[in-house]
């Protein structure tokens, strides 16, 4: 049962069986394959023609009572089949049959063309054997290496020495003029036959082979697990601010639990008005749906001035400017923000005909932001005084009749003049002794 075991896993890591994968990185995977084989078309195409250059080019030694002139037929097959190769590729309609035919027929075709040389040329078999030509199979070998499928590559230098040994067996079972010799510089002087030349051919196939298939093997495994890796990373994304996940992937370790920072930021704060009239007036399903679309909209304005979500309580969010992007605007579009979205709910209906408003508290000073939680699972947020002052100026509109509230230091720092602010007065906030001075804007 072991046995069986191991030969099915082999199976599975040559033919790149990737069953086991969620379709979604299967579906990446197959978009890289279709792109690879689009690049591996263009570089077929490319050996194709410099093969033809190079064959019109070169001065022609053969004999004129050669019975015929197998190179530029077999270059003009080879460039019909990548010709079409390619334009399939390139509709996503190459047929895995296709990527098949596609390796023998680069080997085929490349060792009938040597087979061929003793004909043009007039000479026995063996002298086929000693044609430069054969390096051209470690091109098309590593070819299929650029699919990063291990089993291509396998299949490609098996078919060669396959091939190869095949040639040898021809010229070996030629006419009895044929030698076979052990002498190194009779086999290089004459068409005589050393076959342990040949053998050291073969096993040089072969072991290219083995190790460009066990390299990209490799390079597979690890492509497909950057693949589930960054998949994941950008599902998680969405729970944390983009800034900290771009912090994640650039730091040089690992950011850890209670990874803090500390400056000046703009907290913001809001919530829905009459939110729990809502509820009780819709069911469930489709209060998560009205949720969903107030969120969608009130997140664009947020992240188009800068602003990083933290968290999404009920039916409140908690935002921070210059915490953790770094803008010296923060107060200013923190403000703005404000007044986008409550632009952006006048006039609006959501699932059902429901009409939101929204309340929001807004508040400058320094905080600091960080991972918190536990070692197994954290989450992003800032903490301060001066969050939880933000957090109050919102449930504060409720008593002044506002939608928007402002302290005297996002005034300052946003600038005074820069907008319509208007004065609420002292008030007193809960959880601290003294009063703060309050502005409104009219949205």
Do not use: C
Request: charged letters at 20%; a positive charge; glycine letters at 8%.
């Amino acid at each position: 049962m072991k046995a069986f075991a191991w030969i099915a896993k082999a199976h599975n890591w040559l033919a790149g069986n990737d069953a086991g994968l969620p379709r979604r990185v299967r579906e990446d995977l197959r978009r890289r394959q279709e792109e690879t084989e689009i690049v591996i078309g263009w570089f077929q195409l490319a050996i194709v023609t410099l093969f033809f250059v190079l064959y019109a080019a070169s001065p022609k030694t053969f004999s004129s009572d050669a019975a015929f002139a197998p190179v530029p037929w077999v270059l003009s097959v080879y460039f019909v089949f990548t010709v079409a190769r390619l334009y399939l590729a390139h509709i996503r309609r190459l047929p895995y049959w296709v990527l098949l035919l596609s390796v023998v027929m680069d080997i085929a075709l490349l060792l009938g063309l040597i087979w061929s040389f003793h004909l043009q040329y007039q000479q026995p078999p063996s002298f086929y054997l000693k044609a430069p030509t054969l390096i051209h199979i470690f091109i098309f070998i590593a070819l299929r290496a650029l699919r990063l499928e291990p089993g291509f590559v396998l299949m490609s230098g098996l078919v060669a020495a396959g091939g190869w040994l095949l040639l040898v067996a021809y010229a070996v079972g030629a006419p009895a003029e044929l030698m076979v010799t052990r002498n190194y510089v009779e086999y290089m002087t004459s068409n005589s036959v050393l076959i342990g030349a040949e053998i050291d051919k073969v096993m040089a196939i072969v072991v290219v082979t083995a190790i460009l298939t066990f390299a990209i093997g490799r390079g597979r495994a690890l492509l497909v697990r950057s693949i589930v890796d960054r998949t994941a990373a950008e599902d998680l994304s969405r729970f944390a601010p983009q800034a900290v996940v771009r912090q994640m992937q650039s730091s040089d370790a690992r950011m850890e639990l209670g990874h803090t920072e500390v400056r000046e930021a703009t907290i913001f704060f809001t919530d829905l008005e009459s939110f729990t009239s809502i509820g009780e007036s819709l069911s469930p399903p489709k209060l998560v749906q009205v949720l969903n679309e107030y969120f969608a909209v009130v997140s664009g304005p947020l992240e188009e001035f800068g602003g990083a979500i933290n968290q999404f309580q009920g039916d409140a969010i908690l935002a921070s400017f210059n915490l953790p992007n770094a803008d010296p605007r923060h107060a200013a579009n923190a403000i703005r923000a404000a007044l986008a979205i409550q632009e952006a709910l006048r006039g609006r209906t959501f699932a059902g005909g429901t009409v939101l408003h929204s309340r929001i508290g807004i508040n400058t000073g320094t905080v600091v932001g960080g991972l918190v939680g536990t070692p197994d699972r954290v989450g992003y947020t800032v903490h301060g005084d001066d969050v939880n002052i933000a957090a109050r100026l919102e449930q504060m509109n409720k008593e002044h009749g506002t939608r928007i509230l402002v302290s005297e230091k996002t005034r300052r720092a946003a600038g005074a003049e820069n907008f319509p602010f208007r004065k609420i007065g002292a008030v007193a906030v809960r959880g601290r002794s003294g009063a703060v001075n309050v502005y409104t804007l009219d949205a």
